[in-house]
């Protein structure tokens, strides 16, 4: 009896067109260096970069990020997806990063890095189990955290491992770590995530806040 080998799935590469397809992105290889740039992704590569663009509205870049680290065991490579929107206008009033609960002093010291401080949610236990918020504004961040906002950002944050999310004056970013086999079409639900907390961040919180606020997060 003969058996036939199971065909080989397509590879990521090949599966990312049919996903920028369902977002009418077209390909954007070209602005991988300045997104490289923008978000300070220093040696990284940014692969399979795609954009959305429509005359009035915010750009929606989806691509891939790829990290390569020399370990004891050898090179050690790292994926992860980010999707991004920037904008000629004000998103957020207030800048601000969210990622999962971690350890007390690892959160320490990535508010140090980006010199910022732990938002307090103690009022808020349900929020503060599962959510790290960074600001160099606390208590205007805290604001913007809506019962809309917060429902939105806990479904980014479980995303997947490593997932972040990043909002800066005039834009919106997450980020989660990937297989480099995985299909693409999984970040649908995280990309309609971030379009929609781009359309409540500006009506969550004060209409003027001071421009010194805004972190640099890339």
């Given at each position: 009896m003969w058996?036939r080998k199971p065909?080989?799935?397509p590879s990521?590469a090949?599966?990312?067109p049919?996903?920028?397809?369902t977002?009418?992105?077209?390909p954007a290889e070209g602005?991988?260096?300045r997104?490289?740039?923008?978000?300070d992704?220093?040696?990284?590569?940014?692969?399979h970069?795609?954009?959305?663009?429509?005359?009035?509205?915010?750009?929606?870049?989806?691509?891939?990020?790829?990290?390569?680290?020399?370990?004891?065991?050898g090179?050690v490579?790292?994926?992860?997806?980010?999707?991004l929107?920037?904008?000629?206008?004000?998103?957020?009033?207030?800048?601000?990063r969210v990622?999962?609960r971690?350890?007390?002093i690892?959160?320490?010291?990535e508010?140090?890095?980006i010199?910022?401080s732990?938002?307090?949610?103690?009022?808020?236990?349900e929020l503060?189990?599962?959510?790290?918020v960074?600001a160099?504004?606390?208590?205007?961040?805290r604001?913007?955290?809506?019962?809309?906002?917060t429902?939105?950002?806990?479904?980014?944050?479980?995303?997947?491992?490593?997932a972040?999310v990043?909002a800066?004056e005039?834009?919106v970013?997450?980020?989660?770590?990937v297989?480099e086999d995985?299909?693409?079409?999984?970040l649908?639900g995280l990309?309609?995530?971030?379009?929609?907390l781009?359309?409540l961040?500006p009506?969550?919180g004060?209409?003027?806040?001071?421009?010194?606020d805004?972190?640099?997060?890339?």
């Amino acid at each position: 009896m003969w058996f036939r080998k199971p065909p080989t799935p397509p590879s990521r590469a090949h599966r990312w067109p049919a996903f920028a397809a369902t977002l009418e992105a077209q390909p954007a290889e070209g602005a991988a260096e300045r997104l490289r740039r923008f978000l300070d992704l220093s040696d990284a590569e940014v692969r399979h970069v795609h954009v959305l663009r429509r005359s009035g509205q915010p750009s929606l870049y989806v691509f891939d990020v790829v990290r390569r680290r020399a370990g004891p065991a050898g090179e050690v490579v790292r994926w992860s997806s980010w999707v991004l929107v920037r904008s000629d206008r004000s998103i957020s009033p207030v800048s601000f990063r969210v990622a999962p609960r971690r350890d007390a002093i690892l959160e320490s010291l990535e508010a140090s890095r980006i010199g910022a401080s732990r938002v307090d949610l103690a009022s808020r236990p349900e929020l503060d189990a599962v959510l790290a918020v960074l600001a160099r504004d606390p208590a205007a961040a805290r604001a913007l955290l809506t019962p809309a906002v917060t429902e939105v950002l806990q479904r980014m944050v479980a995303a997947g491992p490593g997932a972040a999310v990043v909002a800066g004056e005039r834009h919106v970013l997450a980020h989660v770590d990937v297989v480099e086999d995985d299909d693409p079409a999984a970040l649908l639900g995280l990309v309609s995530d971030l379009l929609f907390l781009c359309t409540l961040l500006p009506i969550a919180g004060p209409a003027t806040v001071d421009p010194a606020d805004f972190l640099d997060l890339g």
